[in-house]
C-alpha cells in the first residue's frame, strides 16, 4: 500500500505492537521517538522503516512538521501508539486513496476506548471520525497547533470512510483516572496559545457560551446524561476541561498583550 505511517511515541510500550504490526502493511512506517525509557524504542525498530529520535514536545503536533522531508508517499497515516487500526478500514483506506485526486483529507471512523472498555456516550462515545489522521501531505499545510494541526488546501475538500462494526479504529485512549487528568492538564498548558493562535478572544460571554455548549454536547447531543458512570463522569469532566480551556486563554492572552505593551 503505497502510504506512509507516522506514529509518534512516547513511554508507549503497552500498545505499541500492536499498533505497528497493523500499519506494517504501509509501504513506509516511519516511528519518531520522544525519549521513551520502557521498551517503546526496542519494539519500534522491529517494524520502523525509519526510525527516530527527537526531542521531547508536550503536543505530538509539534512534531509531526519537523519529519516532512522523510516521507516518501503522497498519502500519510497519522497514528498515535494507542491506536489499532483494522484491516478493513487499511483496505478502505487503500481504495479510496488510490482512487481520489480531489480530496486533501479523508475522515476515518473511530471508537473511543476508557478503561479498556468501548465508549458508547458521552461527547467521546459512539460512532466518531477523525480526518487529521489521514491526509495528503501535498494537499495540506501541516500547522504546529494542537486544535488544528492540518488545513486543507484549496481547491480539495474532505473525503469519508463510513463508520461500521469492523472498520472502526479502536483508540485505547486512558486507562485509567490518573492518566486522564495526567494527559489533560498537560493539555490545558496548550490550550491558551493554541486558541490564541486560532484567533479566538476572551470574553464572559463566550466562556459562558463555550461552557454551556459543552454540557449540551457531552449530556445531551451524546447522551452522556444516560450513560454509565464513566460517561457521565466524562461529560462532566468535558465541561470542566473546556471552561479551564478558556481561561487559559484569557491568561494567555492577557500575558501576551502585556509583553507587547511592555516593547511599545
Request: aromatic share 16%; glycine share 4%.
Amino acid at each position: 500500500m503505497k502510504i506512509s505511517a507516522v506514529i509518534i511515541t512516547f513511554n508507549e510500550e503497552k500498545y505499541l505492537e500492536r499498533c505497528l504490526n497493523q500499519l506494517a502493511v504501509c509501504d513506509q512506517l516511519i516511528v519518531v521517538d520522544l525519549g521513551s525509557d520502557d521498551r517503546s524504542p526496542e519494539i519500534a525498530k522491529q517494524f520502523a522503516t525509519n526510525y527516530f529520535t527527537h526531542k521531547w514536545e508536550p503536543l505530538v503536533e509539534y512534531v509531526l512538521p519537523d519529519i516532512l522531508d522523510c516521507v516518501e508517499n503522497d498519502w500519510v497515516i497519522w497514528a498515535d501508539p494507542d491506536e489499532i487500526f483494522p484491516e478493513q478500514l487499511l483496505k478502505e483506506i487503500g481504495d479510496i486513496t488510490s482512487k481520489t485526486n480531489d480530496f486533501a483529507q479523508v475522515e476515518i471512523p473511530f471508537q473511543f476506548y476508557f478503561l479498556g472498555k468501548p465508549l458508547k456516550k458521552s461527547v467521546w462515545g459512539g460512532k466518531r471520525y477523525f480526518n487529521k489522521k489521514l491526509f495528503n501531505m501535498n494537499r495540506v499545510r501541516l500547522l504546529k497547533n494542537m486544535n488544528k494541526a492540518v488545513e486543507v488546501c484549496e481547491p480539495y475538500t474532505i473525503g469519508k470512510i463510513e463508520w461500521t462494526e469492523v472498520n472502526a479504529v479502536r483508540h485505547y485512549w486512558i486507562d485509567s483516572y490518573s492518566e486522564l487528568f495526567q494527559k489533560h492538564n498537560r493539555y490545558l498548558l496548550q490550550e491558551g496559545k493554541s486558541r490564541y493562535n486560532r484567533g479566538e478572544k476572551f470574553s464572559i460571554k463566550y466562556w459562558l457560551y463555550s461552557v454551556v455548549k459543552a454540557a449540551y454536547d457531552s449530556f445531551f447531543r451524546r447522551r452522556g446524561i444516560i450513560g454509565n458512570f464513566s460517561e457521565i463522569f466524562l461529560s462532566f469532566f468535558y465541561v470542566w476541561y473546556i471552561s479551564k480551556s478558556i481561561w487559559e486563554l484569557r491568561k494567555f492572552s492577557k500575558a501576551h498583550n502585556s509583553t507587547n505593551h511592555s516593547r511599545t
